[in-house]
């Protein structure tokens, strides 16, 4: 539906040209899970493509498919390619030099998007080339389309904007009052179903819920003023006590759940590696980690504010985690993946992350021979996934995510609204 909708929209366009050929390249930000997901797409809508036309008429199937390369068509901005003013001279040579073609650019996670005019490979993109002496931007030559995919596309919307209303286009509504189509659970669901659970215990069933962890808050507060003291002469600024308290308080948290859950699962263990005084942790954490470990095999979406810079917070709580787990026996029972940017996960793949730690728990599942090139694929794998900044750059998650512990992300400091949204797709 939403494919004949756009098509619809185009359709004015193609009446003005004889085109022959189609084109195309999609832009993704800086994930490698990202592009590795696309590829995985584009891919199958080829084998798709291919079987359908061929049915019909082999050499039309032929001419499109065998032109199309998924790793060529696919790039991330932060390629040099992407970033080279000849890659965009070059698009708009071939865009120019042959008429009888239909270009479509696609920009992936098109919220997302910043930089200085001119100079970032979005803009090159779609505007290049930037010669005065140039011809026109790509956008709007007359057999190129541009077609911007956003969840929250409220960021891209402003009263100076050069995209009609009417190219507007809402996937979701095509499916809505489909009988089993998609539903969209959003931010509006979301306080909804918090507001409804207000007047009992916010561990109810049914999930599909925001809540806040009022005995992680009391830690903090303890954490911070056991360590910052107010009166202390050089006292570091608010934004470093913050993000260091809670990241020290979810430390403990994790350390207290995890201890817990091994002495009540190994009667063996009559005190904890861990040391005697581990706490008591929230009803939050507790059901979270018993979810990780038991049945479930449920996935942690753990959000951090930072990986490194002066607090260190996404760097320390990794190590501590890995740490405990270490200590309490549990490597081979889940996995920590940290997916912030120059880690193992980005710089050579989820498989190479899982082996560096965990080969004993891929061989206990009998998933060595799982190739683990989206984030999508580590269903039924349990683990504690963190990210950064990218955690809301279009990955699709499996669905044994049960939890996204954001309690790290949203300090209390300055948040906006779009961010708290890009979380939540």
Not at 92 to 111: G, M, P, Q, Y
Not at 152 to 161: H, R, V
Not at 417 to 423: K, L, P, V
Request: glycine share 8%; aromatic share 8%; with cysteine.
């Amino acid at each position: 539906a939403s494919a004949e909708a756009l098509l619809g929209k185009i359709e004015p366009l193609l009446a003005k040209g004889d085109y022959q050929r189609f084109e195309f390249a999609i832009m993704v930000p800086d994930l490698d899970t990202l592009r590795s997901q696309t590829i995985e797409r584009v891919e199958r809508m080829v084998a798709l493509v291919r079987s359908e036309l061929r049915a019909g008429s082999g050499v039309a199937a032929d001419s499109f498919t065998s032109r199309v390369v998924a790793e060529a068509t696919v790039f991330k901005s932060t390629e040099k390619s992407a970033h080279d003013p000849k890659m965009a001279y070059e698009l708009h040579r071939r865009i120019r030099a042959n008429k009888d073609t239909l270009f479509l650019l696609v920009v992936d996670e098109a919220h997302s998007w910043s930089g200085e005019a001119g100079k970032s490979a979005y803009d090159k993109f779609v505007n290049g080339p930037f010669d005065a002496d140039g011809p026109m931007p790509m956008r709007l030559a007359e057999n190129a389309i541009t077609l911007f995919v956003s969840a929250t596309p409220y960021n891209l919307q402003t009263g100076n904007s050069q995209i009609p209303v009417d190219n507007e286009h809402d996937m979701l509504g095509d499916h809505q009052d489909e009988p089993g189509g998609v539903s969209y659970y959003g931010l509006d669901k979301y306080v909804e179903r918090s507001l409804q659970l207000d007047s009992s215990s916010p561990l109810a069933d049914g999930g599909g819920y925001i809540t806040k962890d009022v005995d992680f808050e009391s830690r903090v507060k303890k954490i911070a003023g056991d360590n910052w003291s107010r009166s202390a002469a050089s006292q570091p600024d608010a934004d470093f006590i913050r993000t260091a308290s809670r990241g020290l308080a979810l430390i403990e948290e994790y350390r207290a759940a995890f201890t817990r859950w091994r002495v009540k699962h190994d009667q063996s263990a009559a005190a904890s590696p861990l040391g005697a005084d581990t706490g008591a942790c929230s009803d939050l954490t507790r059901r979270m980690v018993d979810g990780l470990l038991g049945e479930q095999r449920a996935m942690i979406l753990l959000r951090v504010k930072y990986i490194h810079g002066k607090s260190r917070q996404g760097r320390q709580v990794y190590e501590e985690l890995c740490r405990m787990q270490e200590a309490l026996g549990l490597v081979d029972r889940f996995a920590i993946i940290l997916a912030g940017s120059g880690e193992a996960a980005q710089k050579h793949g989820l498989k190479a992350a899982l082996l560096q730690r965990h080969a004993g728990l891929l061989e206990a599942l009998g998933r060595t021979d799982s190739e683990f090139e989206t984030v999508e694929d580590l269903q039924d794998i349990p683990c504690i996934y963190i990210v950064c900044e990218t955690g809301r750059m279009g990955d699709t998650f499996p669905s044994s995510m049960l939890y996204y512990d954001l309690r790290l992300r949203y300090d209390h400091g300055d948040a906006h609204r779009a961010s708290f949204e890009q979380d939540l797709e």
